[in-house]
């Protein structure tokens, strides 16, 4: 099948909507897509994502080809969606995004992210993702100081959803505006349950720890390492992650703790830079963290998180990445 035919059976099934997942579609983003160039893109749908904020992605050759549904009140779960991996429902609150890329409806999709709201959706759907507090900054209302769920204040950063960690890295560099100051040694402090070589840090309370505590550790560590990762998951399998649920009683609140939230809850409020890319397990991946703008610190995460990704998974992309299912073919008569 040539790009074009590819593309055109994008918007075929974005105006399907079979899973519920797209709030409007743009049919003529086909029109900007050649053998060669463009690539379509989805955006949650919230007022915080600005038209130049927009314009300069497609200056990049992402055309907005859909409006994304996002959870209702901006909640961690989304009830109607389903997660097309587990069946459950989907992690929120850029659920709609993070299912028409993972559906291969958008190449990426642009979300907010004020406790987890970016991440999470991408490492239940095992796709990347990134947030920085600069991305779109002259496109974000830098005023708007909300509250999570569980009370702590915070201002959304914008985030990026991709397959290809390549889009991701490609807005990043054009985006943000990296220094390029001498750095001769990166500090690097990772999970006891990752196997490189550096330094250990015992982090296994992440998923209990409340999201104070959580901000307050991530913050320590910051102050002496330069790039922290994670490894977090399955989430929203094992429990249901999402504070209005969790805050009725100890039981509830322990099963909001098996939804294997950790530092994907606490980035954007410690104003840092995450990236996750996916292990080969389900909902799980890797969680890298930094917060500086220095060039070299930020290449040396984008080339963790390319060794860290796990390579697509042949029988999900066999069953979700034929896009031609969805639809049958008449016959002549």
């Known amino acids: 099948m040539n790009r074009i035919k590819h593309y055109a059976f994008k918007t075929f099934l974005a105006l399907s909507n079979v899973h519920k997942s797209v709030c409007r579609v743009f049919p003529n983003a086909l029109i900007n897509i050649t053998e060669h160039s463009g690539y379509y893109m989805g955006i949650k749908n919230v007022p915080d994502i600005k038209n130049s904020f927009i314009q300069s992605l497609e200056s990049l050759g992402y055309i907005l080809h859909t409006v994304d549904k996002a959870s209702l009140g901006g909640r961690g779960i989304d009830i109607d969606l389903k997660n097309p991996l587990t069946g459950q429902a989907m992690t929120g609150s850029s659920s709609g995004t993070a299912m028409n890329v993972f559906l291969n409806i958008n190449d990426i999709g642009i979300g907010t992210d004020g406790g987890g709201s970016v991440l999470a959706p991408a490492?239940?759907?095992n796709v990347c993702s990134c947030i920085h507090g600069l991305l779109g900054k002259d496109a974000v209302n830098e005023g708007t100081v909300k509250r999570s769920t569980d009370g702590i204040p915070f201002t959304a950063s914008l985030g990026i959803l991709s397959k290809e960690l390549s889009h991701i890295q490609r807005i990043i560099y054009h985006q943000i505006p990296l220094t390029a100051e001498s750095h001769s040694h990166v500090n690097i402090a990772i999970d006891s349950a990752i196997d490189l070589p550096y330094p250990k840090i015992d982090?296994?309370?992440?998923?209990?720890?409340s999201r104070q505590a959580l901000i307050e550790r991530l913050e320590c560590l910051l102050q002496s390492y330069d790039?922290?990762?994670?490894k977090e998951g399955p989430v929203d399998y094992h429990g249901f992650g999402e504070s209005i649920f969790g805050h009725f009683d100890q039981g509830t609140q322990t099963i909001q703790q098996k939804a294997n939230k950790g530092f994907i809850r606490v980035a954007n409020m410690c104003h840092a830079m995450a990236v996750t890319v996916p292990s080969t397990e389900l909902s799980t991946g890797y969680v890298l963290i930094c917060r500086t703008t220095n060039k070299t610190v930020v290449d040396t995460l984008f080339k963790l998180a390319d060794q860290l990704k796990a390579p697509k998974d042949t029988l999900v992309e066999?069953?979700?990445g034929r896009l031609d299912q969805y639809f049958t073919g008449g016959k002549s008569v």
């Open 227 to 230: 790039i922290i990762i994670s």
């Open 123 to 125: 490492l239940a759907l």
């Open 318 to 320: 066999q069953y979700f």
């Open 203 to 209: 982090i296994t309370d992440k998923y209990t720890l």
